[in-house]
């Protein structure tokens, strides 16, 4: 069942999509929160116009860590849902990986490694997430090796990708993100991640 607080969440999913906001965020903006020594997660909380109302940054020593599949702990008493994905079901196999263990230890392993290269997570999430403790919002990592990797990208963009979790759908089969449909198909047809299970393949 669709909850009013799914749709509200999609509103504001396209509607930035849609005013091209998710699709051409500020990346040097992004790169500017670049705290040395620190680990940063901004959120930035919309509201019923789709305007920024309030911006809420957080800061850790050391980098940010998942804490299921799909969800990134920021302290104690909160943490980010990545909204409309999940894992597969069970277990997987993947012999190209040398990986054969559950779905959901394999969605977080494959978060974990993009957010211990991330110095800045930056979100987007609506107002009425704030007070939640688990927030669900769409979130960017910027990842910087000297010489050889300057990028922002969207974090559920690439777990669907690379085949560590799948989107979630309606009772139609449409997917509730269609904005990432794209990234999955290129797991699905490259057969990364769960896609290399024939079991998942459908």
């Not at 957080?58 to 302290?75: C, R, V």
């Not at 957010?115 to 997570?121: C, D, E, G, R, T």
Request: aromatic share 8%.
């Amino acid at each position: 069942m669709i909850t009013k607080k799914i749709l509200l969440t999609m509103g504001l999913l396209m509607a930035a999509m849609s005013n091209g906001h998710a699709a051409n965020i500020n990346k040097n903006y992004i790169k500017s929160l670049v705290s040395p020594g620190k680990f940063v997660i901004v959120i930035e909380y919309y509201n019923n116009n789709n305007n920024a109302s309030k911006r809420v940054g957080y800061t850790s020593n050391s980098p940010f860590n998942a804490d299921g599949p799909g969800k990134i702990a920021i302290n104690k008493s909160a943490d980010i849902n990545l909204y409309g994905l999940h894992p597969c079901k069970g277990d997987l196999v993947n012999i190209k990986e040398g990986y054969s263990g559950s779905c959901d230890d394999y969605a977080v392993d494959q978060l974990k490694t993009i957010l211990k290269s991330a110095p800045v997570i930056y979100c987007l999430a609506f107002v009425s997430e704030e007070n939640s403790k688990t927030k669900d919002a769409t979130c960017y990592a910027y990842t910087y090796f000297p010489g050889s990797m300057d990028s922002v990208d969207m974090i559920e963009e690439q777990l669907v990708s690379i085949g560590a979790m799948e989107l979630d759908r309606n009772k139609d089969g449409r997917p509730i993100r269609p904005d990432l449909a794209k990234a999955e198909n290129i797991g699905r047809k490259g057969k990364y991640g769960l896609w290399q299970d024939p079991r998942f393949q459908k």
